[in-house]
């Protein structure tokens, strides 16, 4: 998540670059050795079917029980094995995201209305049948990720949803995981991870239910299998790596910037993290201080590896050029610290997910303390889409109905077009109607 060398001439001057991956060429790009492994795999799978997805739960994930599925009973005891401030703090970001995801449902209308005399047309949400929800887990386990896909698709009001976490604690799914995919209600948990899960899911391996569609971030495994199984299941967005941006004027304390830097390239050591400020004090503070923090961090060897690999510092010379930066980086999550939010909030376009000010932090989200989903596009995918929500499981359809006496406001025109096309079947559905129309009754 930095500039490439197009993108600096499209800037044009106001930008000095404080700090870029060494060797940069450009955004990141997939890597053919994941496309390629992750390609062989699901092939595997469709031939083969739940032995190859043990095989590779054994083979990647040290896997040794027989079947995947988490007996109700271990889904059930997850509960006893955490501390109550746990739980609490769970609920809550369960709750809270239940409640935004119900309000954007409640924007989502249904509606008919008269398009031409006698020719009505509406609108309906249908929620899917099923869902596969991937709940991460390999380096850490992402306790809210159940909330932003089990909880979200069941206000949809999808009938089943399947749940799939990697066995990452001691060959079984961390009971943390279990307790959070429980309270979001989640059909049934089963114990394996990347390709082979979402694969798994896709193919109906797990309950016999084909996903109609899955959902959930990861790696970047996760979300190459995603990439390729979709056209034959529905996917939610591209959420691979996480990353952050953070625009500052001279009002922001370099220390937050840093801190807010190090939270998300602590995800892996390909998580970029991106800055743009206006203040060549921050410019000069915010290294410093990154340095600083990482020498106290236990995650370092992730995070340092990530800002040494995937950290980018702009230094511009007005907001506009802050705001132009990050409509190209188009960033998962951006942070504005800095005066003026109203301005900010018009001039940015391309974002995950939007924070506004001191007082408002990625981290707050990741947990589900804010309500807004943490499932987001990265790799620059928030040009295009937004990140899952409500409607992600919802099907946006139409349906139309249509008077006697409106046929010749639709038959006619049709005629005319069909038969400029030469599509004479078309024609004689259009005309078959018309003649009805003009018979003695
Ligand atoms: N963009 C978003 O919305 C978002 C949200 C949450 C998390 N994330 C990202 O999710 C990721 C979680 O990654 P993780 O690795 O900790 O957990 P994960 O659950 O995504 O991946 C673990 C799985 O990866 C598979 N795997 C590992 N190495 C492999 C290999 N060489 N070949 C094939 N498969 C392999 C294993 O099967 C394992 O089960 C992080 O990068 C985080 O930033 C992104
Ligand atoms: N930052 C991740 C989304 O990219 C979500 C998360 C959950 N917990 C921690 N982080
Ligand atoms: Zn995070």
Redesign the pocket.
């Known amino acids: 998540m930095h500039l490439s060398d197009a993108d600096k001439v499209r800037i044009g001057g106001g930008l000095v670059v404080v700090k870029e991956p060494a060797g940069s060429g450009g955004p990141v790009r997939r890597d053919p050795e994941v496309v390629a ?1 992750v390609s062989e795999m699901l092939g595997r799978i469709e031939r083969e079917g739940l032995d190859a997805v043990l095989r590779y739960a054994v083979e ?2 040290g896997y040794e029980g027989r079947s995947l599925e988490v007996p109700a009973a271990e889904v059930a005891r997850a509960a006893d094995q955490l501390p109550a401030s746990l739980r609490e703090a769970l609920d809550a970001g369960a709750d809270r995201t239940r409640r935004f995801a119900a309000m954007q449902r409640a924007r989502l209308v249904d509606f008919e209305e008269e398009v031409v005399p006698g020719v009505v047309c509406g609108q309906r949400f249908i929620p899917v049948d099923n869902v596969g929800a991937y709940l ?5 386990p ?1 306790l809210a ?1 159940a909330f932003m896909t089990v909880g979200v698709a069941r206000v949809a009001g999808v009938r089943n949803v399947v749940s799939a976490t ?1 066995p990452s604690l001691n060959g079984r799914p961390h009971p943390a995981v279990l307790y959070a995919a429980s309270i979001t209600g989640a059909d049934s948990v089963h114990a394996v ?4 899960a979402l694969a798994a899911m896709a193919f109906g391996l797990l309950d016999g239910e084909p996903a109609d569609v899955i959902v959930g ?3 970047a ?2 979300a190459e299998a995603k990439r390729q199984l979709y056209g034959r299941v529905g996917i939610d967005v591209l ?4 990353e952050v941006a953070v625009i500052a004027d001279d009002t922001a304390d370099a220390a937050l910037v840093a801190s807010d830097l190090l939270a998300q390239a602590e ?2 050591p390909t ?1 970029p993290a991106s800055l743009a400020t206006t203040s060549e004090r921050l410019a000069r503070e915010v290294p410093r201080q990154i340095e600083k923090q990482l020498a106290g961090l236990a995650t370092r060897d992730i995070a340092g590896a990530a800002w040494r690999d995937h950290g980018s510092i702009y230094l511009v010379e007005d907001r506009e050029t802050a705001a132009q930066v990050m409509n190209i980086l188009a960033p ?1 999550h951006l942070e504005v610290l800095a005066e003026d939010l109203d301005w900010w909030l018009e001039a940015l376009r391309n974002y995950g997910s939007l924070f506004l000010g001191t007082w408002s932090t990625v981290v707050y989200a990741d947990k589900g303390m804010s309500g807004t989903n ?3 596009p ?1 790799a620059r995918g928030a040009r295009h889409t937004g990140g899952l929500s409500v409607a992600g499981f919802l099907k946006q359809v139409t349906y139309q109905r249509a008077t006697r006496e409106s046929t010749r406001a639709q038959a006619e025109p049709t005629v005319a077009v069909s038969d400029f096309e030469a599509l004479v079947g078309h024609r004689d559905s259009a005309q078959l109607r018309l003649d009805m129309i003009e018979a003695p009754k």
Request: proline letters at 9%; hydrophobic letters at 30%; zero cysteines.
């Open positions: 492994k990647l994930d991460p887990a390999g380096r850490f992402l990720s990697p991870g990347g390709v082979q971030a990861g790696n495994y996760v959420a691979g790596p996480s995800h892996g998580s998962e943490h499932v987001l990265t």
